[in-house]
């Protein structure tokens, strides 16, 4: 597949997998993608796993990401991981401001730029996502809840940091429902963010940003969304648990 921008894949594990299983699961995916050149697979595991899984994909063409981390750079936050802490494992990039983190821990967009910026700061590259609702689709509220979240994540972010920034476009309502957006809609929406991103930067930034799509990419839809012009890669949660479909949404991709 012949695209503008290489692909970026990641497998988001979200609260998934024991060390051993992450391990095994590495284990795997480093043997079945080895010949991978032309794509920019990352697995995300739990903080819990990062040390371990890191050692284990040293030598490969697997590259590390974690899931979340702190704004801050060190201090007295219970519970939080620093940008700092995530580079000692040779953490690459970082999710920030995924649908379940703007749902359950109540994360805005002022604070997402905050790690997003904090990320940078650090040489971690950061995936940040954004994502209507159902509801908010079905009042053709898409485009407007997308320009929000995009300045608003994106706030104080420069044009050299936005394009080492990745964008995942997740539909709210695609996340882990089966449910995927189809061909027409998340290239409408891909193109949609670009255009934004051209009237925040310029030109060349936005053409070189990498927008991955997200929610229910499995290996039966990952060509045909990996082929749409504005579809930069994917950002797979249910599907990367496993060796056999990850590997498979990867390799049918290219
Ligand atoms: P899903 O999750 O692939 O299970 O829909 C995607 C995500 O939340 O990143």
């Excluded at 290489?6 to 080895?34: C, F, P, Q």
């Amino acid at each position: 597949m012949n695209k503008d921008r290489k692909l970026i894949i990641a497998g988001n594990w979200k609260m998934n997998k024991t060390v051993a299983e992450a391990l095994d699961l590495v284990h795997g995916l480093k043997l079945e993608l080895s010949n991978v050149k032309e794509v920019d697979i990352v697995v995300c595991p739990p903080y819990t796993a990062l040390c371990e899984v890191s050692k284990q994909i040293l030598d490969s063409n697997l590259r590390l990401g974690a899931q979340n981390m702190s704004e801050h750079n060190f201090g007295a936050y219970t519970g939080e991981i620093a940008a700092g802490m995530l580079k000692e494992f040779s953490v690459r990039y970082v999710i920030l401001g995924h649908s379940e983190r703007r749902q359950y821990q109540k994360e805005d967009d002022a604070l997402i730029a905050k790690k997003t910026l904090a990320a940078h700061a650090a040489s971690l590259k950061p995936i940040v996502c954004v994502g209507e609702t159902l509801a908010e689709r079905e009042g053709g509220r898409t485009q407007k809840v997308l320009e929000t979240q995009v300045r608003g994540s994106l706030h104080g972010v420069s044009k050299a940091q936005l394009e080492e920034t990745i964008i995942a476009y997740e539909p709210v309502w695609a996340i882990g429902t089966g449910k995927t957006a189809t061909p027409d809609q998340a290239q409408e929406t891909h193109a949609f963010i670009r255009r934004l991103l051209l009237d925040m930067a310029d030109e060349v930034t936005a053409k070189r940003m990498r927008i991955q799509y997200g929610g229910s990419v499995k290996p039966a839809n990952s060509r045909e969304l990996m082929s749409l012009p504005d579809v930069d890669g994917a950002l797979v949660g249910g599907a990367s648990l496993e060796e056999r479909s990850f590997a498979d949404i990867i390799k049918n991709a290219i």
